[in-house]
């Protein structure tokens, strides 16, 4: 123990109040302590900080022997309530109230965890730089950071000289002084400043903690504390602040900027002068030895509304100034190994390794509007109470820029449905999740190279998207009248130079290759043609990576199965719902009536034998019916059923709102022109009987890689290999996959020769292929 800190006291952040023959009380702002002793009610007036151990021993002689009272204090102390402090200094130069002052700021450091005394002391041998980059810089940040009890470092003489230096932020001089500074605090307008990125090196250099706030604007920001060498960098935070600043960063792109555009600078001067004081408290913490999570979070102040939010940053280990960037690359060209994962959950929606609830809590933290990767998680307010749908925030899949495909990215919402809502929050999280990983980073591996280099390795990307030659010739008129997800693409040009990435092969164990651009959502395109489009088609995020693989492959089985029916507008089977015995199906039915609405569903099963269901609601009464469908496709039956349902759930309220809005002219004249009369197809075939759940074979497996190795036998035997692309990212760590079946039909109209037009003839639905020109002129459109 320090000899200076030799007065006995209770910790300054307490009052003690006896109260006879009840029991000593302890208040603090954090509470209060009772202790029902009368050893402790006899010493309490006797630990006012006057008294040295010798003196407590003296004083207390009549109640307590030396013994006892060593013991009592040992005990106090272990327990947080009494310390040592040093005697109080006498100084002429300490104005009235000083020493009131300095015990209220002992007090707020023992409320910390601190001692008070060489928390002052701390912070009186530390020295602050200020890097001051806002507009507006001036005095302002240095006065807040002295009046914090900080002493500014100056930026110029090399440590061990000496001198003056002015102040960074535009102020008077300040003293340098020969110490190294403990912490650097820097001002900035925005985040995104490019200049941020030059200060993030030069203090990971010299391994320099630095503070980063933005005390100009309604919101104003500040933290996180980065620490050179521990957790993340400004670049890891960067990253994920990008993401959720698309429209503002085209802006600067299309612009020639070097950062995006900022909004005008807001601020009072009372808004002004706290955020700088809240900044220099921030620094003064630190540099007192408080530690806490929210110094690795940025917090947001809403000045308005006096809202205070902490926003966690997270070190990404992929990041290229802290991180490994090659972890990604490493991971895509490993074979994808899957292993044995026993089914944790089989009821709602699906077989899981893990229930709806584990994996909110292990990945809900990744929600959020500043750091987060998921902006918001929130129920569709357009839903009507029965239904399960959540909403996650934009869809990368949506591509296409300036203001039309702004304002399509903006009506196209990440989402999730489920029985219950708990299924609904969990599949909008994971949908988000899922492409955020689907959506180019720059660190995938990439081959530059022309198709005609590459022989066997590489897959044509045609039998993936399956154009059609006539779709080829007239892509031109069709992408001017279609939204982006039904663009064409212009035909590959086989000498043309492409960015290639390896996807793995289940099936024939080895890695092929496939255009990045179709892997990967905003991947470079070369500048004067658009070979390939990502979409979303077979992306899914999981429990395991199993898990992910088997719901990719559903998804491709699922939209195969729809474009057979849909396109050639064949009859197929309707299902009877009253077999799968499902409580949740009938109430479900009968509050689709309550609204109006009947709900019948049809079998579309394709020679995979994987049952494939579509689900449909229709309007009774009146001219308008409204036709919703949602699809859904499982190894289990009833699983497959529940899928369309709470799909159908899902869409639903787009239907309900094309009743007031004509922003989707192809939804539109779906709700108020079609009906089952003029598209008969949406109906069950009344020439066949209606299937039950018995009619479909199912066995059920207990572990989803049996299911997964079933789903790769399944395509090996019709000729067709299972590939797979691990598109995890390190910092998220869900994982996540696109899984491609070459030659397996997308619902978006591609119209090449093969399954489209084959098997419908197979199963017995029709005669003869449906020639081109016969196929349904309305393109799936969810």
Not at 339 to 353: F, I, N, V, W
Not at 749 to 775: H, I, K, M, N, S
Request: aromatic share 6%; proline share 9%.
């Amino acid at each position: 123990m320090d000899a200076a800190l030799d007065r006995v006291a209770f910790r300054r952040h307490l009052t003690p109040v006896v109260v006879p023959g009840d029991a000593t009380y302890l208040v603090s702002e954090q509470g209060v302590t009772a202790i029902g002793s009368d050893a402790v009610a006899a010493l309490a007036p006797l630990l006012d900080g006057s008294r040295d151990l010798a003196a407590l021993v003296r004083d207390a002689r009549e109640t307590l022997s030396p013994a006892a009272l060593g013991g009592l204090l040992a005990q106090l102390t272990r327990a947080g309530l009494v310390d040592r402090f040093a005697p109080p200094r006498p100084d002429a130069r300490q104005g009235p109230g000083e020493g009131d002052r300095q015990d209220a700021e002992a007090a707020f450091w023992e409320c910390a965890g601190l001692h008070g005394d060489r928390a002052r002391e701390r912070m009186a041998a530390a020295r602050v730089q200020l890097r001051d980059l806002t507009a507006g810089s001036g005095t302002g940040g240095a006065q807040a950071l002295t009046d914090a009890g900080l002493t500014l470092a100056g930026p110029g003489p090399a440590p061990g000289g000496s001198g003056t230096a002015p102040d960074p932020g535009g102020g008077p001089a300040v003293p340098s002084t020969p110490a190294t500074p403990a912490l650097t605090v820097v001002l900035c307008d925005d985040y995104l400043s490019p200049a941020l990125a030059a200060i993030d090196r030069e203090q990971r250099r010299t391994g320099t903690p630095w503070l980063l706030a933005k005390p100009s604007g309604v919101t104003v920001w500040i933290g996180p504390v980065f620490q050179p060498g521990a957790g993340a960098c400004w670049q890891c935070l960067a990253h994920r602040l990008r993401h959720h600043r698309q429209s503002e960063l085209y802006l600067g792109e299309a612009l020639g900027m070097a950062a995006p555009p900022a909004p005008p600078r807001a601020a009072t001067g009372a808004s002004h002068a706290a955020a700088l004081h809240m900044a220099a408290l921030h620094a003064a913490k630190w540099l007192a030895g408080f530690r806490h999570e929210s110094q690795q979070a940025v917090c947001t102040l809403d000045g308005l509304r006096l809202v205070a939010k902490q926003h966690r940053v997270e070190r990404r280990p992929q990041c290229p100034e802290c991180g490994d960037p090659l972890l990604v690359t490493q991971q895509v060209r490993r074979p994808v190994r899957l292993t044995s994962r026993p089914k944790l959950e089989q009821g709602g929606g699906g077989h899981r390794a893990l229930p709806p609830r584990q994996i909110l809590e292990r990945y809900e933290y990744l929600v959020g509007e500043v750091t987060g990767v998921v902006h918001t998680l929130r129920r569709d307010p357009r839903c009507p109470e029965f239904l399960n749908s959540y909403l996650s925030g934009s869809n990368p899949a949506v591509t296409g820029r300036g203001l039309g495909g702004l304002r399509h990215a903006l009506r196209a919402q990440s989402g999730g449905k489920g029985v219950s809502e708990l299924d609904a929050k969990v599949g909008a999280l994971c949908e988000a999740l899922e492409r955020y990983s689907a959506t180019y980073h720059g660190d995938e591996p990439r081959e530059a190279a022309r198709l005609s280099e590459l022989g066997a390795r590489a897959v044509h990307p045609n039998r993936c998207q399956l154009y059609h030659e006539r779709q080829f010739a007239d892509r031109l008129r069709w992408n001017a009248a279609h939204p982006p997800f039904q663009y064409v693409c212009d035909p590959l040009d086989e000498d043309a130079v492409l960015d290639w990435t390896p996807v793995w092969s289940v099936t024939h164990g080895t890695h092929r290759l496939l255009p990045t651009g179709m892997l990967y959502y905003s991947a470079p395109q070369p500048a004067d043609a658009c070979y390939v489009r990502a979409d979303s088609n077979g992306n899914a995020a999981g429990a395991s990576l199993e898990d992910a693989v088997l719901q990719g492959f559903f998804e491709l089985v699922e939209r195969d199965a729809v474009a057979l029916w849909w396109y050639n507008r064949s009859r197929v089977p309707g299902l009877d719902l009253d077999s799968f015995a499902d409580p949740w199906l009938t109430a479900t039915r009968e509050q689709h009536a309550r609204l109006g609405r009947e709900m019948w569903a049809l079998d579309l099963t394709s020679d995979l034998g994987v049952p494939a269901v579509a689900a449909l609601s229709r309007v009774t009464e009146g001219p308008r019916e409204d036709i919703a469908f949602g699809f859904g496709c499982h190894f289990d039956p009833g699983v497959a059923v529940r899928r369309a349902v709470t799909e159908l759930n899902q869409l639903l309220p787009g239907m309900l709102d094309a009743r007031t809005t004509a922003e989707d002219p192809e939804l539109l004249d779906w709700c108020t022109r079609k009906t089952v009369a003029n598209q008969p197809y949406l109906l069950p075939d009344p020439a066949a009987p209606a299937r039950v759940c018995g009619d479909f074979p199912y066995t059920p497996r207990e572990d989803l890689l049996d299911d997964v190795l079933a789903a790769e036998a399944l395509v090996r035997g019709h000729g067709m290999e299972l590939l797979v692309l691990d598109q995890t990212r390190p910092d998220l760590g869900i994982p996540v996959v696109k899984v491609l079946v070459p030659g397996l039909r997308h619902f978006w109209a591609r119209f090449a020769d093969g399954r489209l037009y084959d098997v419908p003839v197979q199963l017995g639905r029709q005669p003869a292929p449906t020639p081109y020109d016969g196929l349904n002129p309305i393109p799936v459109f969810v």
